[in-house]
């Protein structure tokens, strides 16, 4: 079993940066898989960037690709999204999602647990 927290969203002007953090219980977090996702109001769920569950490697959307970066830390049972260079359509609710001893899994369909959330905003 995984709990899943997310912290760090909220408001942030185009351009700017923002670091979400997935805290996860359980004592199976260094054997997950790690992704993130997010959905905007009227749009569907997207993926945005998973990490396989040794770390060494890594699946970005396209739309985010050199913007964002995910990565973990076993030792703190917590995974990040670094997000540069925000744009207005980069604001969602940002989820976190975890899958046992998987790859960087991209369909959400996949994963077992997830966390409740936190909100991005964009603004211009």
């Known amino acids: 079993q995984v709990q899943l927290v997310e912290s760090g969203g909220g408001s942030v002007q185009a351009g700017g940066s923002l670091r979400l953090s997935c805290l996860a219980s359980?004592?199976?977090?260094?054997?997950?898989?790690m992704g993130w996702f997010r959905q905007a109001p009227g749009k569907e769920r997207e993926f945005v960037a998973a990490?396989?569950?040794?770390?060494?490697?890594?699946n970005y959307a396209d739309s985010v690709q050199g913007r964002f970066t995910i990565s973990r830390d076993n030792g703190k049972t917590t995974v990040y999204l670094q997000m540069n260079s925000l744009k207005p359509e980069d604001t969602a609710v940002y989820y976190c999602?975890?899958?046992?001893?998987?790859?960087?899994?991209?369909?959400?369909?996949?994963?077992?647990?997830w966390g409740q959330g936190t909100q991005v905003t964009v603004s211009t």
């Open positions: 999602a975890a899958r046992y001893r998987a790859p960087a899994v991209v369909d959400g369909r996949a994963y077992n647990f």
């Open positions: 359980g004592r199976t977090f260094s054997s997950c898989a």
């Open positions: 990490i396989d569950w040794i770390g060494g490697s890594t």
